[in-house]
Each structure stands twice: as C-alpha cells, then as structure tokens.
C-alpha cells in the first residue's frame, strides 16, 4: 500500500535549515555547531520514525510535482532506500562531533563554511535514498556533487584546489552520462520510476539499446569509483580526514553504488539483466576493481591512501553481490551498504585522531603509536578485521552472503576472486596494527608521553562506530537492518 507522508520532506528539510543557522550563527562556534547536531538529531528521527510503516510492507510516498507524463518530482521510499537513508543520517551524528574535535584541533580555517556545506551534502545523499525514480535521484545526486566540492577543495592549498577541479571534472561528467541514462530510459519505457522486479516496459527495447543503455548507466555513477574511473577518490585525501570519511562511507561513494543497485535491481530487474547478460559485465567490472584496488592498497604508504583503495574494493563488493543476480547475492550486496559505511568511517576517523594527535600520516611513521593511542588503534584493528571478513565484525556477515551467493550462482571462479580479495584485504591492513601495536617506536618521542590520544569529541565517535561494527555482526537486526534487507530482497520477484 502506498501511504501519503510529509515525513521525508521534513526528513530533508533538517540539514536545509540547519545550513542558515550555521550560516547566521558562524561567528559563535559553539552555537553554530549545536544547530549542526541539532539538525543531525532531528533528521535521523525522523528517518528512524518511518522504518514501521516501511516494515509494515507499505511504501511511503511524498509527490512535489509531476515533471513529465508518468514521471513525477518526488519521494517513494522503500526498504532498500529506508536502508540508506539511516545509514547516512544516523551516521552524520557522529561526524558532526567528530567534525568539531577534528576543526577545532587542528584550527582549521572557514568552519562556518564547512559545517554548512556537509549539512548540504547530507540533503542531497539522503534525497538520493528517498528518490522514487531516475529524474528525482538525478536532481539531488548533482546537489551532492556541487555541495561536497567545496569540502574537497577546502584546505584551499594547491593540492587541494587540484582535487577539487579532478573531483568535479570526474563527477559533473558522469552527470552528463547519468542525465543521458535518465531521457533514454524515459524514451524507451515511457517512465524512470523504480519498480520491483524492473520496469516492464524496458524490455520492449532492442538488445542493443538496452545494453548501451546500462553502460551508459555506469558512466552515469563514476561515484561507485569502479576502475578505471577511480582516480578522482585517491586525490580527494587532500580533504579534512571528515570529509574522507563523508565521501567514503556516508554520502558520495555510496550514492555511486546505491545508483548501480537501483538500476540493476529496480530499472532492469533480475530476470532482464540475466537475459541480456549483463550480470557477466558487472561482475567482471566488480572483480577486477576488486583485487586491482586491493594490489594498489598495498603499494601506500599514506594511510588516508591506503584507506582510499581499500573503499575502491570494498565498494566494488557491493556491485559484485548484485551482479550474481540471486537472493543471497543481493542480500550480500545491500547488507555491505550499511556495514561497510559503520566500519570505513570508523577507520577514517581514526586516521583523522592520528593526524590531529601525532602528526603522523604515514604508515611507517606509526611505530609503536598503539602504546600511546590504545583506543585509537583498537578501533581501527576492528574496522580493519570487519573489512577483510573476520569475526565478530560485521564484515564478516555480508561477506559470508556473498560467498553464498557465488555458490547459488554455481561459480568457483567468483568464489575465488571473493577468497583472494578478502586474502588481500589481510595484507594491507594487518601490517598497520602490526607496526602500531608490536613494532618499537624509533627515538623516545612516544615513550615520552608527548602524544596521546585525540580529544572526546573524536574518540567517542570512532569508539561507538567501531562498537556498531561488532553489533552488527553479533546481532544483525538491530536498527531492523535484516529486516529490511529481506524485505527488499522478498520484493524483487523474478529471479530473485
């Protein structure tokens, strides 16, 4: 049943007022950022409130306006959607305290304008989730693309000026391609909505149209980083380690994959992506970027880097589990949506407590700095064994779907590349908390206490992700994030 709600206007409506708070109260920090937690709060009730109406088997619908004939300006927001909207405003609490002990630290310059911008960015990824069709997800993907520029380019030092023009360049140019997927879509199946199982209409087109159709659909979400239009993600560490973390497990990259999973899922639908072969494609998309990625983690010395390659592949993972195009693969794919966002954001913001501690932004500088910084780098050790599928994290469970839906799909070759990533996963992020916790610290500069760990307002943040992240695995309900994962699932019909 479809129930009328003005919840996900007011859901988006939060960050938007919170921005000209933030605006009128810039001169008095610590009232500017009280706004921004307020409307973090706010939002994140919000979303939560709809989650027994979504649960109930109902869809909750908000319509502006009707842009075309079939195609209506608006929100229709499903399980998966609910899913991504509470990963995202649920975590922009702890990155708006995070923010203010990293700001503050640090001394950073122009805070008014960074804590209104990513009240910006969260309007736009959270009105990505609520998007009911193509042309609604467009409007806000491209707000989430212009509002997250200015935090790139933030430091406003020559290298980060660089990324903001590469970020930009990367990203406006697959709005081109996204728009491009948007009038084509219209053109072939006469509406953008998204429709369980996919759109009927789609699959009157030509085998032709219809696969050009979906590469230029993947073009159109460069934001999901699968190679090789990826390089746009590692040059975005110039940004405030808060804004690595924005782009890495709340907002941008997600958005990128979301996108990939809506079209597949709910444009496509199983049954046509199988005929057509395109689940082929994508998990050769996927498995490449996954293991390539991995090799390129390796090779950094630069932690944030190094964090930066590991997203590349682990988001990858998400597009994989969809391209097996079975339940359990698809389960595996949308459950790696919230966890891998609870888990990067943790290792993210660890990386942000080092800096702001010690200083310290490479690996081989890092010797012995678990002595010193225990609660740091033990939230980083379990962000660090969820992503490369170890328990208790949750990475283990979404992995563990993955792996299940690579058998459904009767392919050892994939269950292998799955096996050999995570085998990397390992590799590069083991000798981190080797170095940190067991290496001997070079010189007496932590045996003298001179550094210590970060300030409350960052350390509460990370220790409660990487809490989440063990939850998770322990009981995967909580937030009813399985409920709502297998509802999706149950909802796809077809082949799924």
Request: with cysteine; net charge neutral.
């Amino acid at each position: 049943m479809i129930v009328e709600s003005i919840s996900p206007l007011l859901a988006i409506l939060c960050p938007v007022i919170g921005s000209i708070f933030v605006a009128l109260f810039g001169k008095w920090p610590n009232i500017r950022e009280c706004w921004t937690m307020l409307a973090a709060i706010l939002q994140c009730l919000i979303v939560f409130s709809m989650v027994p109406t979504i649960l109930g088997g109902d869809i909750i619908k908000y319509t502006f306006f009707t842009a075309f004939p079939n195609v209506d300006f608006g929100f229709s927001i499903d399980a998966f959607g609910l899913i991504f909207a509470i990963t995202a405003s649920f975590l922009w609490i702890l990155v708006s305290s995070y923010s203010i002990g990293y700001m503050r630290g640090l001394n950073e310059h122009a805070q008014t304008r960074y804590y209104f911008f990513f009240c910006w960015a969260i309007f736009g990824a959270v009105g990505v989730a609520f998007a009911g069709n193509l042309l609604t997800m467009f409007v806000f993907y491209e707000i989430l693309t212009v509002s997250t520029y200015p935090l790139v380019a933030h430091d406003q030092t020559p290298e980060a000026l660089f990324a903001g023009r590469k970020y930009v360049a990367y990203l406006l140019t697959s709005g081109c391609f996204f728009l491009a997927a948007v009038i084509l879509t219209y053109h072939f199946a006469g509406t953008t909505d998204f429709t369980n199982g996919g759109i009927p209409n789609l699959a009157e087109a030509s085998r032709g149209a219809l696969m050009a159709l979906f590469a230029i659909s993947l073009l159109g979400f460069m934001k999901a980083a699968w190679m090789p239009f990826h390089s746009w993600l590692p040059t975005a560490m110039a940004a405030p380690t808060p804004v690595s973390a924005l782009l890495h497990a709340v907002a941008v990259v997600k958005a990128g994959v979301f996108g990939i999973v809506r079209v597949v899922c709910y444009i496509y639908g199983i049954d046509l992506m199988s005929d057509l072969g395109l689940g082929v494609v994508l998990a050769s998309i996927a498995a490449f970027t996954m293991i390539v990625a991995s090799l390129m983690a390796i090779a950094q010395d630069n932690l944030k880097k190094r964090l930066a390659y590991s997203t590349i592949s682990q988001l990858s993972y998400i597009l994989f589990g969809v391209a097996l195009l079975n339940p359990m693969g698809v389960e595996g794919a949308m459950l790696h949506v919230p966890f891998h966002a609870f888990m990067k954001i943790t290792l993210f913001m660890c990386a942000g407590a080092i800096i702001v501690a010690s200083g310290k932004t490479n690996i081989s500088e890092m010797k012995g700095l678990g002595r010193v910084m225990p609660v740091t780098m033990a939230a980083f050790a379990i962000g660090a064994l969820g992503m490369s599928g170890i328990p208790p994290v949750c990475g283990f469970i979404s992995k563990w779907y993955l792996a299940l839906g690579t058998l459904e799909a009767h392919s050892l070759i994939l269950l292998a590349v799955l096996m050999i990533s995570s085998l990397l996963d390992i590799v590069y992020f083991f000798p981190i908390i080797y170095t940190a916790f067991f290496d001997t610290p070079e010189g007496e500069e932590f045996g003298n206490s001179r550094i210590k760990e970060a300030s409350i307002f960052m350390l509460v943040p990370l220790t409660l992700t990487a809490i989440f992240s063990i939850i998770f695995c322990l009981f995967p309900n909580t937030f009813h994030i399985m409920d709502l994962v297998k509802l999706a699932v149950a909802g796809l019909g077809g082949g799924v």
